[in-house]
C-alpha cells in the first residue's frame, strides 16, 4: 500500500515562511506526479500544487502562485513544498497525495483524481 507522510507545518507569522515535505515510505516516488492539497476548517479540499514524476511539470492554485515552489528529490524519495510570504488565509491542513492518472502533467488539481493520501500537517499562520 502506497504511504506518504506530511511534515514541516507549524505556527509562523504572517510573511514568514515553511517548508512542507512529503515522504514515501514502502514505495518509490519517481513513477508519480505528487499533489500537495489543503483543507481548512469548513471548507472543502483544495488543490495547492503538483509535480510531474520527472520534476519538469508543474502546476500552481492561483492563490499561492508566485509564492509556493514545490520541488522532488527523488533520491531521497520527498516532495517539498516550500512556502513564502505566507498569510492567515493560507492556515489550513496540507495534504499530499499521489496521482493516480499515469503519466500525469499535473494538468488539473482535482483531489477526485489523487490518492494515498497522507495524515496531514498543521498549518497555522496568525500574528
Known amino acids: 500500500q502506497l504511504q506518504l507522510v506530511e511534515s514541516g507545518g507549524g505556527l509562523v507569522q504572517p510573511g514568514g515562511s515553511l517548508r512542507l515535505s512529503c515522504a514515501a515510505s514502502?514505495?518509490?516516488?519517481?513513477?508519480?506526479?505528487i499533489g500537495w492539497f489543503r483543507q481548512a476548517p469548513g471548507k472543502e479540499r483544495e488543490g495547492v500544487s503538483c509535480?510531474?514524476?520527472?520534476?519538469?511539470?508543474?502546476n500552481y492554485a492561483d492563490s499561492v502562485k508566485g509564492r509556493f515552489t514545490i520541488s522532488r528529490d527523488n533520491a531521497k524519495n520527498t516532495v517539498y513544498l516550500q512556502m513564502n510570504n505566507l498569510k492567515p488565509e493560507d492556515t489550513a491542513v496540507y495534504y499530499c497525495?499521489?496521482?493516480?492518472?499515469?503519466?500525469?502533467?499535473?494538468?488539473?488539481?482535482?483531489?477526485?483524481?489523487?490518492?494515498?493520501w497522507g495524515q496531514g500537517t498543521q498549518v497555522t499562520v496568525s500574528s
Open positions: 497525495a499521489v496521482d493516480l492518472v499515469y503519466g500525469s502533467r499535473c494538468i488539473k488539481l482535482s483531489a477526485a483524481d489523487f490518492g494515498s
Open positions: 509535480i510531474s514524476s520527472s520534476g519538469d511539470s508543474t
Open positions: 514502502r514505495f518509490t516516488l519517481d513513477y508519480y506526479a
